[in-house]
């Protein structure tokens, strides 16, 4: 994200995001459903954050390269340092998707339907999921930090409903990484 606009603790300005798409293969639950095309994506942000500790934040994106639809976002999220080398970072965020997008991720089409015997699905815009996620920072100099990322994510409404999920997934969804972050 870049600061067009930045006064008193509100930010706003263009963002830019990366959708990492799916894959068929790489889960037997997406047999017959074919792959979704990871892609850039752009969009507008506005956040107010009155301290480096804590932000609310709003963001708006769309693919670039492909159909896919609009996701909109809205969270905020606050950090507690415990030392000067470990903070602990709390996100809480959702989101809503329009018709486009939900059908590229949940619907289910009717080529799909015969290819992976569940039944057609065509979901219209709504909210898409609520996140929740706890970051670990670990800082290892000025510009070096090592973080550990849990999650879980609660799909609703559409994305819930979809026969991909009721049949072969799960509403809620936990995840956890490990990530090396240089900041310049």
Same mark, same amino acid.
């Not at 706890?134 to 990322?149: F, P, Q, S």
């Not at 026969?163 to 900041?183: I, K, N, T």
């Given at each position: 994200s870049y600061n067009v606009i930045h006064w008193s603790g509100f930010n706003l300005g263009p963002v830019l995001d990366w959708s990492d798409g799916r894959r068929e293969r790489a889960s037997s639950?997406?047999?017959?459903?074919?792959?979704?095309?990871?892609a850039p994506q752009a969009g507008v942000f506005a956040e107010y954050a009155p301290s480096d500790l804590w932000r609310l934040y709003v963001r708006g994106k769309r693919s670039l390269l492909h159909r896919?639809?609009?996701?909109?976002?809205?969270?905020?999220?606050?950090?507690?340092?415990?030392?000067?080398?470990?903070v602990f970072n709390t996100k809480l965020s959702g989101s809503w998707a329009d018709r486009r997008q939900l059908q590229d991720f949940y619907g289910v089409s009717a080529a799909q339907s015969v290819a992976s015997g569940l039944p057609a699905y065509r979901p219209h815009g709504s909210a898409q999921d609520l996140v929740a996620e $706890?970051?670990?920072?670990?800082? =290892?100099?000025?510009?070096?930090?090592?973080? !550990?990322?849990f999650s879980y994510r609660r799909l #609703?409404? $559409?994305?819930?409903?979809?026969? =991909?999920?009721?049949?072969?997934?799960?509403? !809620?969804?936990?995840?956890?990484?490990?990530? #090396?972050?240089?900041?310049f």
């Open positions: 639950r997406l047999s017959g459903f074919g792959n979704v095309e990871p896919s639809g609009i996701v909109a976002e809205t969270g905020g999220e606050f950090d507690v340092p415990a030392t000067k080398w470990l $706890e970051t670990v920072v670990l800082l =290892l100099d000025d510009h070096l930090a090592l973080n !550990g990322v #609703l409404a $559409e994305a819930a409903a979809s026969p =991909l999920v009721r049949q072969r997934g799960e509403r !809620g969804q936990f995840g956890y990484g490990v990530v #090396l972050v240089y900041h």
